[in-house]
């Protein structure tokens, strides 16, 4: 078998096609465009790019971006006052605050600052805490635009076997329990599991979140799976370039699985397009209508 490579690239161009339209929807009824605010602390040169990426993709669906670029050197009372500030805006439908901080900032402490009405990254305790239980919440972008891709890929996951692997709580731990509320029978594993080829060879569907290239061998897949990669590893080549590569050797899952995701072109443009629909989403409730 030669599994079909998803095209995250087009999938997220569909979906900020419906983002879009969300958008003109706002506008019509509330004379604004709902607004996206990005918090960037220091000068991590990776950060900066993301920034700029999601800003660019906020604006091209008709959305407002604004952006704080505060000095490495900020105190985090400053950063919590700007947090406060911006709960308060009622232009701002959502803030995200871009990770890593500088160390000597809470993340956790700034994080929970958020409203959680406007927490369109899905990190504050409130939205894990609501998805964790099965109420509405703002969702994680990567984990969302993960299950859209699954859901694509294989439809009704009920009784499926599914595994995780990586417990982080911005994409492990929400995508765990976004495929249980589906029925899935979910197995997380992690930096102590043990015979991790074992977990694979059962899994109809595998997400792969811990930052290891090629951790996950082809020949472990079970025929027929679906292969979400959101590993994004930088890695060396001879000639000393650099190229991004995921957590699943790529090449040898292709002969076994059923489907599976390219890194870069699969879950990276996913979670920017989950990140404008969850803004279009808070927008919404903001304003009391349906998302
Ligand atoms: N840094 C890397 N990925 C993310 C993300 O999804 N959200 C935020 N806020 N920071 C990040």
Redesign the pocket.
């Known amino acids: 078998m030669t599994a079909l490579v998803i095209d995250g690239k087009a999938r997220a161009a569909a979906l900020r096609g419906d983002v879009a339209l969300g958008v003109m929807q706002f506008v019509a009824v509330h004379g604004r465009a709902p607004g996206l605010t990005v918090v960037l602390v220091g000068d991590d040169a990776a950060?900066a790019v993301?920034v700029g990426a999601k800003g660019k993709a906020t604006r091209e669906v008709g959305m407002i971006s604004s952006e704080h670029r505060l000095p490495a050197a900020t105190g985090q009372a400053d950063l919590l006052a700007l947090i406060a500030r911006l709960n308060a805006d009622p232009a701002v439908d959502g803030i995200?605050?871009?990770?890593p901080l500088p160390a000597q900032i809470d993340a956790d402490t700034v994080i929970a600052a958020i409203d959680p009405a406007k927490d369109v990254?899905g990190f504050t305790p409130v939205n894990a805490g609501r998805l964790a239980i099965g109420q509405p919440a703002l969702v994680p972008?990567?984990p969302s635009g993960c299950l859209i891709m699954i859901n694509d890929a294989l439809g009704n996951i009920s009784g499926a076997e599914a595994l995780v692997i990586g417990r982080s709580s911005?994409v492990g731990k929400p995508m765990a329990a976004l495929l249980t509320a589906q029925s899935a029978t979910v197995t997380i594993a992690h930096s102590r599991t043990r015979d991790l080829a074992a977990h694979v060879a059962r899994a109809d569907i595998v997400v792969a979140a811990v930052g290891v290239p090629h951790l996950v061998q082809g020949a472990w897949i079970k025929p027929g799976a679906c292969v979400i990669d959101v590993g994004m590893n930088r890695i060396a080549l001879p000639d000393g370039k650099t190229r991004l590569t995921g957590d699943v050797d790529f090449e040898g899952a292709l002969a076994r699985a059923g489907w599976i995701t390219p890194v870069p072109g699969g879950v990276g443009p996913m979670?920017i397009a989950c990140l404008l629909a969850n803004t279009l989403a808070a927008a919404n409730a903001h304003h009391g209508s349906a998302a």
């Open positions: 950060s993301y995200l605050v871009q990770l990254d972008c990567t911005i979670t």
